[in-house]
């Protein structure tokens, strides 16, 4: 059976500032980090970090001139997953990968410096959505939230659902396994890369073609996040080969607010009547089916 339980559209805690102090900031790859941080209790609510799995926060880094180890800034506010929290030391894992000027300064945080986040933000994975029947499916650094909401089903004794994952450097995978398998046993785990130096050699989408036939039975909820063209060809490829599954994307898109407030980060609505969905507001998790994947045909004239 399907489950058809709706996204929950709105965080349930009051959106706070949480302080944070840098405690290790290390390289696991290419171009890879594995931020942990301390967080205290929010500012304003005096609550403490809520982040439900598929939710999101806005971290903000000081500006390259600042010489305060707080920071104020709003030009370098960028959105993360959390990949880990654990809510009896306040420790907060930012699994992450430096592509612009506002990662490459977070490569720089040191131990002891701070930073703020801004959560929580946007919606989550459905709590109808059951892990026993559910296949995550992540591509590099979009892992983080899949494997979040891995450890709260763990945390809450439920079952600990499939994950595939895939990155173009085995390594990268390699580096990222003692985290993983404190959750996933090896039979949940798959991993898949180009270069073959860890796991299976090629795509998810490789790897899961040789489980297809076994997973098909199973397999309600297929939840993927990655880089815009892997999701793209999983969502193409679980039309044809999971044709019952409910397939769930967990957007990345940049964020200039990340509150709803910009429109800076909308995509297209597949219901041509609807108006275009924001990524940090209806989403970032998102019903496949209700985006538009195919780029339509431009006009030449
Ligand atoms: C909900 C959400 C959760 C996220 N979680 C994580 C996470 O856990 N780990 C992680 O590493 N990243 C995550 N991201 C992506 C992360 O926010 C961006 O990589 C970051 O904002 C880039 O900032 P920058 O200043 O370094 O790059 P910029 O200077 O803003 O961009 C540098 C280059 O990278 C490209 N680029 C930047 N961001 C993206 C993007 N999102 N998609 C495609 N191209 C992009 C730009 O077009 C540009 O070419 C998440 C994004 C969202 C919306
Ligand atoms: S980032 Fe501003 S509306 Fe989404």
């Known amino acids: 059976m399907m489950l058809t339980a709706p996204l929950l559209t709105f965080p349930k805690p009051l959106i706070d500032d949480f302080p944070a102090m ?90 002891g410096s701070t930073v703020q986040i801004m959560a929580p933000l946007g919606n989550a994975i459905g709590e109808g ?78 790897l899961i073609k040789h489980h297809q036939s076994m997973w098909a039975e199973t397999v309600e909820t297929i939840v993927v996040c990655g880089p815009t063209p892997m999701m793209k060809a999983c969502v193409a490829y679980f039309a044809q080969a999971f044709p019952t599954a409910r397939v769930l994307v967990s957007l990345e898109n940049h964020m200039p607010c990340g509150t709803g407030a910009c429109f800076g980060c909308v995509v297209e609505n597949a219901n041509p009547t609807g108006l275009p969905l924001r990524v940090c507001y209806e989403g970032p998790v998102f019903e496949a089916s209700q985006l538009v994947w195919e780029a339509k045909p431009s006009c030449h004239h």
């Not at 990268?172 to 991993?191: G, V, Y």
Request: one cysteine or more; hydrophobic letters at 45%.
């Open 22 to 111: 840098v405690l290790a900031n290390t390289v696991l790859g290419n171009d890879v980090y594995l931020l942990s941080l301390k967080l205290t209790q929010g500012l304003h609510q005096q609550q403490a970090f809520g982040c439900l799995a598929g939710q999101f926060f806005m971290l903000e880094i000081a500006p390259a001139d600042e010489t305060s180890s707080h920071c104020l800034s709003f030009d370098f506010r960028r959105p993360f997953s959390p990949l880990l929290f654990d809510a009896s030391t306040q420790q907060l894992q930012i699994y992450y990968k430096v592509v612009g000027e506002g990662t490459r300064r977070m490569s720089y945080l040191a131990a």
């Open 129 to 206: 959505v059951n892990p026993a029947k559910t296949l995550l499916v992540g591509g590099g650094v979009g892992v983080a939230p899949l494997v979040y909401w891995a450890s709260q089903q763990k945390a809450m004794g439920l079952p600990v659902p499939l994950l595939v994952w895939g990155s173009r450097f085995g390594p990268d995978l390699q580096a990222l396994l003692p985290q993983l398998t404190d959750i996933f046993t090896e039979h949940q785990l798959f991993l898949a890369s180009d270069d073959g130096i860890v796991g299976e050699k090629g795509t998810v989408i490789d």
